[in-house]
T-cell receptor, first 114, second 115 residues
Framework: DAGVIQSPRHEVTEMGQEVTLRCKPI?????LFWYRQTMMRGLELLIY????????DSGMPEDRFSAKMPNASFSTLKIQPSEPRDSAVYFC????????????FGQGTRLTVV | RKEVEQDPGPFNVPEGATVAFNCTYS??????FFWYRQDCRKEPKLLMS???SGNEDGRFTAQLNRASQYISLLIRDSKLSDSATYLC????????????????FGQGTILTVHP
């Protein structure tokens, strides 16, 4: 299995531009998570899906952020418009079930907004 | 209060030392607990789950105290390769089960093992 695949690995964009991050979870995993990591705040859960349905989006910072999961094998996190404070590493993770199962992380997308 | 709090660290220890990390969580309805390891500029990876009775995996021992809402990780005979950030992770389930899948990470504790 290729694991969780994220793209792009690195993204540099100008303030005000739209940014779309992509994730392909491990096949058969029912849960998908989007996290953001910064030095100041650590790993923050933004949103998670169960069977393609958003369950908890309370971590999404503001309306500029949106996430979708149109099918079991693909999810996107969109930032529009982007701001310099959005600069961070964004991780996607998936797990087989809730609760006691391991979450597998992708390699992350390092976003820089200038 | 943060949902998951860890020792701020960093910890700098010599090879062969024993080091312990602590973690507390705020939600008494939390269902499951883990320690993850994250190497520099890499993604987090599961180190071990934490069970109510305590569990051991080689040089690593994890303990859980539900009454005190406290988790610990003990590393014995530290190796240079143990240098990483250690993340305490809690499944913040609630009684209603509406957030059962939510994994919440602590800030992480940096460990550096030196020769």
């Amino acid at each position: 299995d290729a694991g969780v695949i994220q793209s792009p690995r690195h993204e540099v964009t100008e303030m005000g531009q739209e940014v779309t991050l992509r994730c392909k979870p491990i096949s058969g995993h029912d849960y998908l998570f989007w996290y953001r990591q910064t030095m100041m705040r650590g790993l923050e859960l933004l949103i998670y899906f169960n069977n393609n349905v958003p369950i908890d989006d309370s971590g999404m910072p503001e309306d500029r952020f949106s996430a979708k999961m149109p099918n079991a094998s693909f999810s996107t996190l969109k930032i529009q418009p982007s701001e310099p404070r959005d600069s961070a590493v964004y991780f996607c993770a998936s797990s087989l079930t809730a609760g006691s199962s391991e979450a597998f992380f992708g390699q992350g997308t390092r976003l820089t907004v200038v | 209060r943060k949902e998951v709090e860890q020792d701020p660290g960093p910890f700098n220890v010599p090879e062969g030392a024993t080091v312990a990390f602590n973690c507390t969580y705020s939600n008494s309805a939390s269902q499951s607990f883990f320690w993850y390891r994250q190497d520099c500029r890499k993604e987090p990876k599961l180190l071990m789950s934490v069970y109510s009775s305590g569990n051991e995996d080689g040089r690593f021992t994890a303990q859980l105290n539900r009454a005190s809402q406290y988790i610990s990780l003990l590393i014995r005979d530290s190796k240079l390769s143990d240098s990483a950030t250690y993340l305490c992770v809690v499944n913040m389930g609630n009684a209603g089960g509406t957030s059962y899948g939510k994994l919440t990470f602590g800030q992480g504790t940096i460990l550096t093992v030196h020769p």
